[in-house]
């Protein structure tokens, strides 16, 4: 991550926090902003062309703006970017910045890899018990990989918890061809 994406994204996040805004409102805005930006090859020309000034991109913002309804604090982070010719990296500043909402409100990402698929019930358990694992709420992304045979594999951070099949097995391998 750039230096740059990690200033904007930690400066957001203090606006938010000191402002104590709605989060989840905010993170809805940002979607949508994000959605429009990822969705239009038109818009991301317009914003990238330097032939443009600024100050006109700023102008069309707030044009869009009247249909997206943003908060004033996400404007204004998305015309600083613009002012700065950083909203080529609009994308990678929404990242940081919900990857450090994230860590401030206590939460971890994990990733869980299972065999199968799991019913809804199945899912709150488990991400529940990694939560106790891992000391701290989880936001759990769940994926299905059918080598692993079976069990359950979870990175939490750098941490890897295995309790697959196939890792007890590799562990088990190991153990006998060592004596």
Same mark, same amino acid.
């Given at each position: 991550?750039? !230096?740059?994406?990690? #200033?904007?994204?930690?400066?957001?996040?203090?606006?938010? +926090?000191?402002?104590?805004?709605? +989060?989840?409102?905010?993170?809805?805005?940002?979607?949508?902003? /994000?959605? +429009?930006?990822?969705?239009? #090859?038109? /818009?991301?020309?317009?914003?990238?062309?330097?032939?443009?000034?600024?100050?006109?991109?700023?102008?069309?913002?707030?044009?869009?703006?009247?249909?997206?309804?943003?908060?004033?604090?996400?404007?204004? /982070?998305? !015309?600083?970017?613009?002012?700065?010719?950083?909203?080529?990296?609009?994308?990678?500043?929404?990242?940081?910045?919900?990857?450090? /909402?994230?860590? @401030?409100?206590?939460?971890?990402?994990?990733? $869980?890899?299972?065999?199968?698929?799991?019913?809804?019930?199945?899912?709150?358990?488990?991400?529940?018990?990694?939560?106790?694992?891992?000391?701290? @709420? $989880?936001?759990?992304?769940?994926?299905?990989?059918?080598?692993?045979?079976?069990?359950?594999?979870?990175?939490?951070?750098?941490?890897?918890?295995?309790?697959?099949? #196939?890792?007890?097995?590799?562990?088990? @391998?190991?153990?006998?061809?060592?004596?």
């Amino acid at each position: 991550m750039a !230096a740059f994406v990690a #200033r904007y994204a930690n400066a957001f996040l203090d606006v938010v +926090t000191e402002a104590k805004l709605d +989060t989840a409102a905010i993170d809805r805005q940002l979607t949508d902003f /994000l959605a +429009t930006w990822e969705g239009s #090859r038109e /818009l991301r020309d317009f914003f990238g062309n330097p032939a443009i000034p600024a100050t006109q991109k700023v102008r069309f913002l707030d044009t869009l703006n009247e249909k997206l309804e943003m908060r004033k604090e996400l404007r204004n /982070l998305i !015309a600083v970017m613009i002012d700065n010719d950083r909203i080529g990296q609009v994308s990678e500043v929404a990242a940081a910045y919900r990857s450090l /909402l994230q860590e @401030r409100m206590g939460i971890r990402p994990a990733e $869980i890899i299972t065999a199968r698929a799991l019913t809804p019930d199945e899912r709150e358990a488990l991400t529940a018990e990694v939560g106790k694992l891992a000391g701290a @709420r $989880i936001d759990a992304r769940f994926t299905q990989d059918a080598s692993i045979l079976g069990g359950t594999v979870v990175r939490v951070g750098s941490t890897v918890y295995d309790g697959s099949v #196939r890792g007890r097995l590799e562990r088990l @391998r190991e153990t006998l061809t060592e004596g």
